[in-house]
């Protein structure tokens, strides 16, 4: 799950989609991009707006929904490096 599915998505269609992918797969890789961290009022952002629409939502909102799917994931999920989930998934496939 990338940031910028994150914004397409919001809570509640993250909250609709999880069990999918909860039941479908037994690591949730959740990948953020230093842009995730930013909106539209951030220094240099203003002409990547039309471009990246995901800056266009407040940098409290995304926050917001950040820690929303993290709680939600915390629930289920043992979070790890991608070293540490690789590792865990080629001991427990030997």
């Known amino acids: 799950v990338i940031g910028t599915s994150l914004h397409v998505l919001g809570n509640t269609?993250?909250?609709?989609?999880?069990?999918?992918?909860?039941?479908?797969?037994?690591?949730?890789?959740?990948?953020?991009h230093a842009i995730d961290f930013m909106?539209?009022?951030?220094?240099?952002?203003?002409?990547?707006v039309?471009?990246?629409?995901?800056?266009?939502?407040?940098?409290?909102t995304k926050k917001q929904r950040y820690s929303h799917v993290i709680w939600k994931?915390?629930?289920?999920y043992r979070f790890?490096?991608?070293r540490d989930a690789t590792t865990a998934f080629r001991s427990a496939s030997s």
């Open 39 to 48: 909106d539209a009022d951030d220094a240099g952002m203003a002409p990547l």
């Open 50 to 60: 039309k471009h990246q629409p995901d800056l266009r939502v407040p940098w409290e």
């Open 80 to 82: 790890a490096t991608l």
């Open 73 to 76: 994931a915390k629930q289920d």
């Open 13 to 32: 269609g993250f909250d609709a989609a999880y069990p999918l992918l909860k039941s479908a797969h037994r690591l949730l890789n959740l990948e953020f």
